[in-house]
């Protein structure tokens, strides 16, 4: 088949399945919809893509609306309440619910995250004091080295553990 062939056949498909229905748009799966009767209203105005014509009893031409400046701001106004409206009744209130949703589940996994760091600190607190009183009881402390002997610890090392098991307390103790 020739090209205009094709081109006769796909504008003849195309005129005979438009030409029955006055309403067209683009449903929420992304498929075009063509039917007669109007859409439902969680389809927004930039989806509708035909909509009916209006024809008068004197002819058969379509009628466009007078472009008055007082009408369009009404016809503008109407638009706008009719959109607000559509938003209203179905789409919004399932995806505020969802929004709900999502932010409790944030709110919970915030506030779980804020309880494990909270009883890590007062575990580390709680550590730090228990050394520093070993530390201050004056008993001999010692620890092992890099060769795994044990050494005790002379007085300028205490006194630096001490300093570093202070700072501890300060910060994991308020």
Not at 36 to 58: C, E, F, G
Not at 118 to 132: D, F, G
Request: hydrophobic residues 35%; aromatic residues 6%.
């Amino acid at each position: 088949m020739k090209f205009s062939q094709y081109f006769l056949i796909g504008i003849a498909s195309f005129m005979s399945t438009s030409s029955f229905a006055q309403w067209q748009w683009i449903d929420q799966d992304g498929h075009q919809v063509f039917s007669d009767r109007a859409p439902p209203p969680d389809v927004s105005d930039k989806n509708i893509l035909k909509r009916p014509v209006v024809r008068t009893a004197r002819n058969d031409k379509p009628t466009a609306p007078a472009a008055s400046p007082a009408s369009s701001a009404t016809v503008a106004s109407q638009a706008a309440e009719t959109a607000s409206a559509i938003k209203t009744m179905g789409v919004d209130k399932e995806l505020m619910e969802k929004k709900k949703l999502v932010e409790q589940a944030e709110t919970a996994k915030r506030q779980a995250e804020q309880e494990r760091v909270l009883k890590t600190k007062v575990e580390n607190c709680n550590r730090a004091r228990q050394a520093k009183a070993n530390f201050d009881s004056g008993m001999r402390m010692g620890r092992m080295n890099e060769k795994g002997e044990r050494e005790v610890l002379d007085d300028s090392a205490r006194a630096a553990e001490i300093k570093r098991i202070q700072t501890l307390i300060e910060a994991d103790c308020k």
